[in-house]
């Protein structure tokens, strides 16, 4: 039996984008429901990102979403970025005139969004697969869905956002989509330990052995990432040889990498991929549904939750206002700030990986690049200006 529902707004995938886009339509009093193939303890607890940008706070601060974040949250003026045994600081908040990041875990952004959405008894349904989009061209287009005891449901709605990252079922539904995909010979190991960070700031380290990276999530909490190859195994990385490399690799003069218990691991390859246009009819994707960038210079979750508020803004003048221009410029204006934050990303990965078959003529150009981005004012301010990111909705 297939029982029919009907909703505004039908947001298939209860990550970020999704989950920041029902909020924003519910301050517009635009209806929505959001379909979560997972449980809500599963989306809370998924590691993943970890550094917003100065307009992605300001996103969250001015959507009633920044209490805890600004409890909690470590505000960053800065990173390190290391080379050749020398370790730099750039300083953000004098290259940028006044630019930060802020330390806020993915899994917090996600916990306030859910708490505010069950809040507000907005629609959000856990363990809800989303098993094809139909009657895109039609103004009445449809999400077919399966709940946790497998009956079928049909929600039909005014638009489907596809936030169903970039495994989801929105985006083959796209007939005129090109894609521009590129694969990285690297993945990352990425590890969150129960230890005070070792550092004040993100460190940034190039090593002949191979990239690596000190986060962290709390006065706590660590978060630590190695590069390694793509096929790498988890088994063959006991926590001694985890610790062993990060100091190694992240390792200077008169410094030592405090070590902890390992609560979380996970190897994530690498890649860019831009699918576009972001939109068809009324089917229009968000976030890692539409493109995917590499974790170095941390815009995953930026990108996400930019295209959220792009969307919400174009629903609003096509569902209230009845203008269809914002809808229209909607995928041009998402891609512009896409192809930004691919070109940075893409960037630091090639300024700080080893490459597999590294020669000579790589690794100098990489070592002038690093020594030129940590001396000239202008290479640091152009590192500062992408890292803290750009103004939300005007990309
Ligand atoms: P997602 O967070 O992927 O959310 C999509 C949601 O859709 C998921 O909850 C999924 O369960 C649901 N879904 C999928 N298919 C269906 C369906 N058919 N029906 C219903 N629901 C469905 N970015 C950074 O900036 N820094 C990092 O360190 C970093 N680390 C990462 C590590 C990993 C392992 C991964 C995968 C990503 C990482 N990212 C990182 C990227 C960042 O986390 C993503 O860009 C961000 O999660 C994108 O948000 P989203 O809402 O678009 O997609
Ligand atoms: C983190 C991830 C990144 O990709 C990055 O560039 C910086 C920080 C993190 O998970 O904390």
Same mark, same amino acid.
């Given at each position: 039996?297939?029982?029919?529902? $009907?909703?505004?707004?039908?947001?298939?995938?209860?990550?970020?984008?999704?989950?920041?886009?029902?909020?924003?339509?519910?301050?517009?009093?635009?209806?929505?429901?959001?379909?979560?193939?997972?449980?809500?303890?599963?989306?809370?607890?998924?590691?993943?990102?970890? #550094?917003?940008?100065?307009?992605?706070?300001?996103?969250?601060?001015?959507?009633?979403?920044?209490?805890?974040?600004?409890?909690?949250?470590? #505000?960053?003026?800065?990173?390190?970025?290391?080379?050749?045994?020398?370790?730099?600081?750039?300083?953000?908040?004098?290259?940028?005139?006044?630019?930060?990041?802020?330390?806020?875990?993915?899994?917090?952004?996600?916990?306030?969004?859910?708490?505010?959405?069950?809040?507000?008894?907005?629609?959000?349904?856990?363990?809800?697969?989303?098993?094809?989009?139909?009657?895109?061209?039609?103004?009445?287009?449809?999400?077919?869905?399966?709940?946790?005891?497998?009956?079928?449901?049909?929600?039909?709605?005014? #638009?489907?956002?596809?936030?169903?990252?970039?495994?989801?079922?929105?985006?083959?539904?796209?007939?005129?989509?090109?894609?521009?995909?590129?694969?990285?010979?690297?993945?990352?190991?990425?590890?969150?330990?129960? #230890?005070?960070?070792?550092?004040?700031?993100?460190?940034?380290?190039?090593?002949?052995?191979?990239?690596?990276?000190? =986060?962290?999530?709390?006065?706590?909490?660590?978060?630590?990432?190695?590069?390694?190859?793509?096929?790498?195994?988890?088994?063959?990385?006991?926590?001694?040889?985890?610790?062993?490399?990060?100091?190694?690799?992240?390792?200077?003069?008169?410094?030592?990498?405090?070590?902890?218990?390992?609560?979380?691991?996970?190897?994530?390859?690498?890649? =860019?991929?831009?699918?576009?246009?972001?939109?068809?009819?009324?089917?229009?994707?968000?976030?890692?549904?539409?493109?995917?960038?590499?974790?170095?210079?941390?815009?995953?979750?930026?990108?996400?939750?930019?295209?959220?508020?792009?969307?919400?803004?174009?629903?609003?003048?096509?569902?209230?206002?009845?203008?269809?221009?914002?809808?229209?410029?909607? =995928?041009?204006?998402?891609?512009?700030?896409?192809? $930004?934050?691919?070109?940075? =990303?893409?960037?630091?990965?090639?300024?700080?990986?080893?490459?597999?078959?590294?020669?000579?003529?790589?690794?100098?150009?990489?070592?002038?690049?690093?020594?030129?981005?940590?001396?000239?004012?202008?290479?640091?301010?152009?590192?500062?200006?992408?890292?803290?990111?750009?103004?939300?909705?005007?990309?």
């Amino acid at each position: 039996m297939t029982v029919p529902d $009907r909703t505004q707004v039908g947001i298939i995938g209860g990550g970020p984008a999704g989950l920041l886009l029902s909020h924003l339509l519910a301050r517009d009093g635009i209806d929505s429901v959001v379909l979560e193939s997972r449980d809500r303890a599963y989306v809370e607890a998924r590691q993943r990102a970890g #550094v917003i940008e100065v307009g992605t706070a300001e996103l969250l601060r001015d959507v009633g979403l920044g209490t805890r974040m600004d409890r909690d949250g470590l #505000v960053h003026g800065g990173i390190y970025v290391q080379f050749a045994g020398e370790r730099h600081h750039l300083d953000f908040v004098d290259l940028t005139d006044g630019g930060t990041v802020t330390v806020w875990a993915q899994t917090e952004i996600v916990k306030d969004l859910v708490a505010a959405r069950l809040a507000d008894g907005g629609g959000l349904k856990f363990e809800a697969e989303a098993v094809a989009v139909e009657d895109l061209t039609t103004d009445r287009p449809v999400v077919r869905y399966r709940d946790a005891a497998g009956t079928e449901h049909e929600l039909r709605c005014d #638009v489907i956002a596809g936030c169903d990252g970039f495994h989801g079922v929105c985006r083959p539904a796209i007939p005129s989509l090109a894609v521009v995909d590129h694969a990285y010979p690297y993945a990352w190991l990425g590890i969150l330990a129960d #230890v005070a960070p070792s550092t004040d700031e993100l460190i940034y380290a190039h090593h002949t052995r191979g990239f690596a990276l000190h =986060s962290l999530r709390s006065p706590e909490v660590s978060r630590l990432y190695l590069q390694v190859a793509p096929d790498e195994n988890l088994d063959d990385w006991p926590d001694d040889r985890i610790w062993s490399e990060l100091a190694t690799r992240l390792g200077v003069a008169g410094w030592t990498l405090h070590t902890g218990p390992i609560r979380d691991r996970g190897i994530t390859p690498m890649r =860019s991929f831009v699918g576009a246009p972001m939109r068809h009819g009324r089917l229009f994707l968000a976030g890692d549904a539409a493109h995917i960038v590499p974790p170095t210079g941390a815009k995953g979750l930026n990108l996400a939750m930019a295209d959220a508020a792009v969307l919400a803004d174009a629903l609003r003048a096509l569902l209230v206002d009845r203008d269809g221009r914002l809808a229209e410029s909607y =995928s041009d204006r998402c891609l512009r700030r896409v192809w $930004r934050a691919t070109h940075f =990303s893409w960037w630091m990965t090639s300024m700080l990986h080893r490459p597999m078959q590294a020669d000579a003529f790589d690794e100098a150009l990489q070592l002038s690049q690093l020594r030129y981005v940590t001396s000239s004012r202008a290479a640091a301010t152009s590192l500062a200006e992408n890292y803290v990111g750009f103004t939300m909705r005007t990309a």
